[in-house]
């Protein structure tokens, strides 16, 4: 069973156009986050929920909107795409605390292509 | 904020070499530092990690060593062998903060 899964794998998509991304993880983890990896392979946090509540918003704009139902899902709404908004967007979720607290399993990334 | 440097940005080594890649972090309450390995087209993969009250810790061909006075820690790949290639990444954790910073990463690739 994969542990954190990303849907879809792959996204194409006009400028302009708005498109979601979901993320499950069945780890029983109850943090989840969003990461941006660029096309230089440099990756970034872009959000983090602990129990369906927004911890971090690390100054992403707010065409982004992550929504949370439940402690096992975070999915991604991006309103309005840019060209820029081109790249691979990565789930991850952990434990906030514990032994194995801020260890962060990924998904395996969902390719956003802006056209 | 917490800024974290890696070296070299790319690697290559004969297969049975040893590999380095090495990070420095800017925030001293850093108290995390995890390495992941990313293969092409798949998610980053934790490989090992060590927190901040241990100096090194391995696990068979892999180890981490870190120097918290100098803040830099160091991934160390033994006898490596062609399916360790990947692109590593460093990343810390700053006390308290639900995130991790990555490094820029680096290409290692193994000659057979």
């Known amino acids: 069973d994969t542990a954190v899964s990303q849907t879809p794998k792959y996204l194409v998509t006009q400028m302009g156009n708005d498109k979601s991304i979901k993320c499950e993880q069945n780890?029983?983890?109850?943090?989840m986050y969003w990461y941006k990896q660029d096309s230089k392979k440099f990756l970034k946090i872009m959000f983090s929920?602990?129990?369906?509540?927004?911890?971090i918003n690390e100054t992403v704009p707010n065409r982004f909107s992550p929504k949370s139902p439940d402690k096992a899902h975070l999915n991604l709404h991006i309103n309005s795409l840019e060209l820029g908004d081109s790249a691979v967007y990565f789930c991850?979720?952990?434990?906030?605390?514990?032994?194995?607290?801020?260890?962060?399993?990924f998904g395996a990334g969902t390719r956003l292509s802006v056209l | 904020g917490e800024n974290v440097e890696q070296h070299p940005s790319t690697l290559s080594v004969q297969e049975g070499d040893s590999a380095v890649i090495k990070c420095t972090y800017s925030?001293?309450?850093?108290?995390?530092f995890p390495w992941y390995k990313q293969e092409l087209g798949k998610g980053p993969q934790l490989i090992i990690d060590?927190?901040?009250?241990?100096g090194e810790k391995k696990d068979q061909r892999i180890a981490v060593t870190l120097n918290k006075t100098a803040k830099h820690f160091s991934l160390h790949i033994t006898e490596t062998q062609p399916e360790d290639s990947a692109v590593y990444f460093c990343?810390?954790?700053?006390?308290?903060?639900?995130?991790?910073?990555f490094g820029q990463g680096t290409r290692l690739t193994i000659n057979p």
């Open positions: 990343a810390a954790a700053p006390q308290g903060a639900q995130k991790l910073v």
């Open positions: 991850a979720s952990s434990r906030r605390g514990g032994l194995a607290k801020n260890i962060q399993y």
């Open positions: 925030d001293s309450a850093s108290n995390y």
């Open positions: 929920y602990n129990n369906k509540e927004l911890i």
């Open positions: 060590i927190r901040s009250n241990v």
């Open positions: 780890l029983g983890h109850d943090t």
